[in-house]
Structures are given as C-alpha cells and as structure tokens.
C-alpha cells in the first residue's frame, strides 16, 4: 500500500493539470482518508478492518471532504507555516473557503481511494453497497498480486516524488505545499 506522503505527487499532479485548484486542498484530501486506520486500530482493537468509510467512494466524497475542509482551513496554515517557515498569511489566502477548496478535497479524496484501490486487496471502495469481499480487485490481480502492485505503485510514486525534490526553483518548499 502507498504510504501516506506516497498519495503527495498524485496530488500534486491533479494540481499541475489546473492550476485553478487548491494544492492544500489537494494535499490535505489525498492523505486525509488514512486518518481511519489508526482511529478504527484503536477503537475497534483490530477487530475489523483498518480501511472502511473514507476509504470507499462514498465515505470519501462525503465526509473525508468535509474534513478536509475543516482541516484545509483550520490546520494546514498553522503547520506549513511552522515547519517550513512559509509565511501563514499567505497559506491562509490559499486556504480560504471556496468552490475551488471544496472540489480540490474532493478530488484529493477520490484520488486517495482510486491509488489505494490499485494495490490492496482488500477494498471498500464500493462500500455501503458492496463488501470489500464482493469487490473483485483486477488492478491488483493483473499487476501480480499486492504485494507486486503495491511495489510497481510505490516506486513509481517514489520517483515522481523525487523528481519534484530535484526541482532547484527559488521557493520549492512554498511550490511544493502551497502553489504558484
């Protein structure tokens, strides 16, 4: 499975196809649904799956937007602007409520399960209306398994996201997490 900072350069991508989206909106939104893992882990003491609501499409669209929002607005400014010394004025413009932030949650959500989906096998994708049981998983499968789609996955997500640290323009951390 992609580790969450691994869900970045997809965000990133979407983001260099319409420089009209919000990035933080992106970023928060593709690693957002990994929140549930450990939450489920701790309340239900491995008795379930780890990955459930915001790992399907609906889980996702609905409620990991909405909590991408709070989180886009609320949180993102204050923990840029500390850890890499970005100015959280200028975060917080790129961080303002809008039609734009909503559709980039949204988007860095579905992008979140849709990468996930190509290297698990288990998969809640269609969930409330499919078990992840009744989910057929033929990414996966024609890739070789899980563990061979998640390697080829992993690795190329790894590439990309060293080819944008390569980047030497004036600014990167600032390009890198809150746009141009």
Not at 43 to 55: D, E, I, K, N, T
Not at 110 to 129: A, C, G, M, Q
Not at 144 to 158: F, R
Request: proline letters at 7%.
């Amino acid at each position: 499975m992609p580790l969450t900072p691994l869900h970045y350069p997809i965000a990133y991508l979407i983001y260099r196809l319409d420089k009209r989206l919000s990035l933080p909106g992106l970023i928060v939104g593709s690693m957002l649904p990994d929140i549930e893992v450990p939450i489920m882990l701790i309340l239900l003491r491995s008795r379930a799956p780890p990955r459930l609501v915001l790992h399907s499409l609906l889980g996702a669209a609905i409620l990991g937007t909405l909590i991408s929002l709070v989180v886009t607005i609320l949180v993102y400014p204050a923990l840029v602007s500390v850890f890499f010394s970005i100015e959280e004025a200028e975060v917080k413009e790129r961080c303002k409520a809008s039609l734009g932030l909503f559709f980039s949650c949204l988007l860095g959500n579905i992008s979140h399960v849709l990468l996930d989906y190509t290297n698990h096998d288990y998969n809640p994708i269609f969930w409330p209306f499919l078990t992840p049981e009744e989910t057929p998983n033929l990414i996966c499968s024609t890739l070789g398994g899980k563990e061979i789609a998640s390697l080829i996955v992993q690795a190329i997500l790894i590439i990309i996201f060293i080819i944008l640290l390569m980047n030497k323009r004036k600014n990167l951390w600032e390009n890198l997490l809150v746009g141009e």
